[in-house]
């Protein structure tokens, strides 16, 4: 089992970053919003699950360890394979797919790609009492990825702000931005930024 890699950054096209671990180069599948904090020449390190079939040996990465807890979880749900539980964890984090759990929102797990509604469903009653909330959350599915918002989450990482933070504050903005401001870059990260305030600035 390879639980996590440590390497240069060699590539990253859209959801798979190639990572050279002594002289090899690995082929991670990433969720897009993971994707977007590799740079390619920079070191990182990732936790990994690697997922063995027949015919194919894949691995897929993790920023934090319980992205991977749950990664795991979720492939142990009739119906649920390696691929729809990175698509899973592409639109929800950890806590935000512990509290639809908890509060049994399987609407949350339906609007993912590929999931539908008896996977939901399923989801839901097979992992109920597994997974704890840890911090404070909103239930409802955060605001759809746009290539606004990860050009704005992108924007906010490069200026120091860690990546949770930056996604959060970008998701806040979307949801008080009007129609315009959604759709134009230097509009919504203003907003963001005024979500972050001035004391985020001096903590770089």
């Known amino acids: 089992m390879i639980s996590s890699v440590r390497g240069t950054v060699l590539a990253v096209q859209g959801t798979a970053a190639v990572i050279e671990v002594g002289g090899v180069g690995l082929s991670v599948q990433v969720t897009p919003r993971h994707g977007l904090t590799l740079r ?3 070191e990182a390190t ?12 894949s691995l897929y990465g993790f920023a934090e360890a319980d992205e991977l807890v749950v990664f795991d979880l979720l492939r142990s749900v009739t119906g649920v394979g390696p691929r729809s539980a990175m698509g899973v964890l592409a639109v929800l ?8 759990i908890a509060s049994e929102d399987d609407a949350a797990f339906r609007k993912v790609s590929g999931i539908g509604p008896k996977t939901a469903k399923l989801i839901v009653v097979s992992l109920a009492g597994k997974l704890v909330v840890t911090h404070s959350v909103r239930p409802s599915t955060p605001a759809a990825a746009t290539p606004v918002h990860d050009s704005v989450v992108l924007a906010l990482i490069g200026l120091g702000w860690p990546e949770r933070t930056a996604l959060q504050a970008v998701e806040d903005a979307m949801a008080g931005a009007t129609e315009l401001e959604r759709e134009t870059v230097p509009a919504l990260l203003r907003l963001a930024l005024s979500r972050l305030g001035p004391q985020a600035v001096s903590n770089k």
């Open 40 to 42: 390619v020449g920079s």
């Open 46 to 57: 990732v936790r990994t699950a690697l997922v063995v079939r027949e015919d194919d040996l």
């Open 93 to 100: 984090d950890p806590d935000q797919i512990a509290a639809a």
